[in-house]
């Protein structure tokens, strides 16, 4: 009996137990965030938690994580800035 409920407690957490749909919107986000930023959303993440531009995907290419040079963080800045008063209507 110990070992059911250790099994079940290994599966549930390790996200098999997870129903369908939960795991079909995760991977949804994952491919729209891929598709937006180049990053999925584990590495907006931990790019947060860091403090510095990560993504997993860049083991094949180099380090994960690396210092946003401070010149990307404001054009990105000026960038969202801009975008937001054009979105804005003229009154």
């Known amino acids: 009996m110990r070992w059911l409920i250790l099994a079940a407690a290994a599966i549930s957490l390790s996200g098999c137990g997870l129903p369908p749909i939960v795991t079909y919107t995760s991977y949804a986000a994952d491919v729209f965030s ?3 930023t ?3 959303v584990t590495d ?3 790019s947060m938690v860091l ?9 094949l290419d180099g380090p994960i994580c690396t210092e946003e040079a ?3 963080i404001v054009a990105r ?3 969202r800035d801009s975008e ?3 979105a804005r209507p003229l009154i």
Do not use: T
């Not at 403090?51 to 083991?59: P, T």
């Open 84 to 86: 937001a008063r054009a």
């Open 70 to 72: 401070e010149e990307e």
């Open 44 to 46: 907006h993440g931990i």
């Open 34 to 36: 891929y598709l937006a």
């Open 38 to 40: 180049k990053k999925s």
């Open 51 to 59: 403090q510095k531009d990560c993504a997993l995907l860049r083991v």
């Open 77 to 79: 800045r000026s960038a």
